[in-house]
């Protein structure tokens, strides 16, 4: 069965520190896998996608994603965390072929200032 | 950018009424919306796919006679829950697909229900 897991469903981290968040995903095609940020009172908000071609995708807000077939991993990545940039985080895969979006559990970021 | 408004963001019923939820896609059409669920600290939920002009097609295990959806148009799908009990109290969110833009989805800001 599809599903995306999402290790980590706490990360704090320091404004200014790097910031990785992890997503695996089980599928059995070439997935097309997406990450979204969640602010209270906002709808779910797109940061990248990764649909083929170059494994390293770059997003809004200075985050990037590399996707890796042989860990079934596509991790968020961001060099300085803002402390706007705390929000949950949301790794999902779209089904072939029906457009349905399969969700991680999230993960909620805290940035200390 | 596409822009799904959801209304209300927020509504609080007694236990036995009806509440209809709304998705407008504001800026592009969306001929399939999609209706999440989202339970506290968990992700969300698919719970139906909603085609403009047909039926909506549910995801196992939820009641299509508790949550009635309707697509009237390219760009307003409703959701209503019918009869709402306590159990139904969570936050719902729906998304339009952009017909131009392959393969993205955009999100409401979501409804929390809570059913007294």
């Known amino acids: 069965a599809?599903?995306?897991?999402?290790?980590?469903?706490?990360?704090?981290v320091s404004e200014g520190a790097s910031l990785e968040l992890r997503c695996?995903?089980?599928?059995?095609?070439?997935?097309?896998?997406?990450?979204?940020?969640?602010?209270?009172?906002?709808?779910?908000?797109l940061l990248l996608k990764y649909f083929s071609g170059d494994t390293l995708v770059q997003g809004i807000k200075g985050f990037?994603?590399?996707?890796?077939?042989?860990q079934s991993s596509f991790n968020l990545r961001k060099p300085s965390v803002h402390w706007s940039d705390a929000a949950e985080?949301?790794?999902a895969v779209e089904t072939s072929g029906t457009y349905k979006y399969i969700f991680g559990t999230g993960t909620r970021l805290k940035v200390l200032a | 950018g596409a822009v799904v408004s959801q209304h209300p963001s927020r509504v609080i019923c007694k236990s036995g009424t009806s509440v209809k939820i709304e998705c407008r896609s504001l800026d592009f059409q969306?001929?399939?919306?999609?209706?999440?669920?989202?339970?506290p600290?968990?992700?969300?939920?698919?719970?139906?796919?909603?085609?403009?002009?047909?039926?909506?097609?549910?995801?196992?295990?939820?009641?299509?006679?508790?949550f009635l959806i309707?697509?009237?148009?390219?760009?307003?799908?409703?959701?209503?829950?019918?009869?709402?009990?306590p159990e139904d109290s969570?936050?719902?969110?729906?998304?339009?697909?952009?017909?131009?833009?392959?393969?993205?989805?955009?999100?409401?800001?979501?409804?929390?229900?809570?059913?007294?």
């Open chain 1, 24 to 45: 695996n995903y089980s599928y059995g095609a070439t997935p097309y896998l997406f990450w979204y940020v969640q602010s209270p009172g906002q709808g779910l908000q």
């Open chain 1, 89 to 91: 985080y949301f790794c």
């Open chain 2, 30 to 39: 969306a001929t399939t919306m999609f209706w999440y669920r989202q339970f």
């Open chain 2, 70 to 85: 309707n697509h009237a148009s390219l760009t307003l799908s409703t959701l209503t829950v019918t009869s709402a009990h």
């Open chain 2, 41 to 66: 600290k968990q992700s969300l939920m698919l719970m139906a796919t909603s085609n403009e002009g047909s039926k909506a097609t549910y995801e196992q295990g939820v009641e299509k006679d508790k």
């Open chain 1, 2 to 12: 599809q599903s995306v897991t999402q290790p980590d469903i706490h990360i704090t």
């Open chain 1, 64 to 70: 990037e994603a590399e996707f890796k077939r042989s």
């Open chain 2, 90 to 116: 969570s936050f719902y969110i729906c998304s339009a697909r952009d017909l131009d833009s392959r393969r993205n989805q955009y999100f409401g800001a979501g409804t929390r229900l809570s059913v007294l």
